[in-house]
């Protein structure tokens, strides 16, 4: 097979000979500088994906994407959503009402946010219907809570804490007393659980709960009916802020007001996006010196075939054809190393959540603990446009490596280089 003459010589130095062997491992450690870069790099980016992942499927998932409330309580919400779900925007709307306390069992107390809500609409705004899976120490289901029976759905996290499961009583302290010819006393309701969530999401798992909506309305001593307002559901969860404050608008903006996500999660989400750009940046820089490592190979290699190069030139190959020969060299390098970065970071960013929960599982130790960060694993998420950026710029960081090496090498005189050979 036909092959120009600078792609076979330069493919000829890339291979050892037996005088130098060094310059060959140099070669050779470049070669792998760089396949770590590169994996380490997919790996990294991988791992911050599948921060992302979870952050949107659970956390998102879980919170609104953004509510419509007003001061008073609304009387009807199938007439307020009316309206609202006429919007193309707007995928489902469910009411709710929230009431703040703390949870008591058997002396232990836990504070806790109850969201009212309505088991069949609540489905259609929120993933909590997902959580419920047995080998997760789940129990229960969304459709166990009915009007009048005061049951609660509960995280895994404060069902520990409490050492309660399903079937336990619990009693809620309301932030707000009674006042009683004996004096003023604590608002106390008893709660029956009747479901433990899963979520692995320690903000969630441990404050978060669930009641019947009417039997919150009855708490807060409201008539039957009325909700403290509406949970919106966008088809895109970044329009939020814009549609929420555009639909109180519509509604009256003396008499409603909008929340959305970034108001209580936006800055964790805003944080996990920063982190990913600044760490691929510095990752970046890694793959980067790895590249220029390619620049004192080429050198070696130049300085040791100056009589190869001034015998070519005699020969008649132009100084183009012989910045060619060295620039396909450190390019075989460059396409080498970042070829078999690729599949290891590929390979180690599919395997690193089971690696990791292996390694957690025989130290007996998290590396993630719930009480610190949102979520208690540590998870992954390959995409192929990552492994193609990635690559693409280790291959342009190797090429632009080979053009001052290369660029000596034309310059070589073939009467200067043979003068003591």
């Not at 008591?104 to 993933?127: M, T």
């Not at 620039?327 to 395997?351: E, K, Y």
């Not at 990791?356 to 993630?368: I, R, T």
Request: one cysteine or more; charged letters at 20%.
């Amino acid at each position: 097979m036909f092959r120009p003459l600078f792609v076979f010589v330069g493919a000829r130095y890339t291979r050892a000979k037996r005088r130098n062997h060094f310059v060959s491992f140099i070669s050779l450690t470049s070669m792998i500088g760089l396949a770590l870069g590169v994996m380490v790099m997919i790996l990294v980016l991988s791992v911050m994906n599948g921060f992302d992942r979870e952050m949107r499927n659970r956390v998102l998932g879980m919170v609104p994407h953004a509510t419509v409330e007003s001061a008073t309580p609304i009387d009807d919400w199938r007439q307020l959503a009316g309206p609202i779900l006429k919007q193309p925007q707007v995928l489902a709307a469910a009411p709710f009402t929230q009431m703040q306390g703390l949870l008591s069992h058997d002396g232990k107390v836990q504070k806790v946010l109850i969201n009212g809500v309505d088991p069949v609409e609540e489905a259609k705004v929120s993933v909590i219907g997902e959580f419920f899976k047995a080998e997760d120490g789940a129990q229960g289901a969304l459709a166990a809570l009915k009007p009048g029976e005061f049951g609660l759905i509960i995280g895994k996290k404060a069902a520990s804490k409490l050492g309660v499961t399903v079937g336990d009583k619990l009693t809620f302290v309301a932030p707000e007393v009674t006042v009683t010819p004996a004096g003023m006393f604590p608002r106390l309701k008893r709660f029956t659980v009747v479901g433990i969530f899963s979520v692995g999401v320690g903000e969630v798992d441990g404050f978060v709960a669930l009641a019947h909506i009417q039997d919150i309305a009855r708490l807060h001593r409201w008539k039957d009916g009325q909700v403290q307002g509406l949970r919106l559901k966008f088809d895109d969860l970044f329009q939020a802020p814009r549609l929420a404050w555009g639909i109180a608008q519509r509604l009256g903006e003396q008499d409603f007001f909008a929340r959305d996500w970034t108001r209580t999660h936006g800055n964790l989400y805003q944080a996990i996006r920063m982190e990913k750009a600044m760490i691929g940046l510095l990752l970046l820089l890694i793959v980067a010196v790895a590249a220029f490592n390619i620049i004192s190979t080429l050198v070696m290699v130049v300085t040791d075939k100056k009589g190869d190069i001034a015998i070519l030139r005699t020969l008649g190959a132009t100084p183009g054809q012989i910045m060619a020969i060295f620039m396909v060299q450190g390019t075989i390098i460059g396409v080498v190393g970042t070829l078999i970065g690729a599949v290891l970071g590929m390979l180690a960013a599919l395997g690193v959540s089971s690696g990791v929960a292996h390694v957690e599982k025989w130290l007996g130790f998290k590396f993630l603990n719930a009480d610190v960060y949102f979520i208690d694993y540590l998870p992954s998420q390959l995409l192929a446009a990552d492994v193609l950026l990635v690559c693409a710029a280790a291959l342009v960081l190797s090429f632009l490596a080979t053009l001052y090496p290369a660029w000596r090498a034309a310059r070589t005189q073939p009467a200067e280089a043979l003068r003591y050979e």
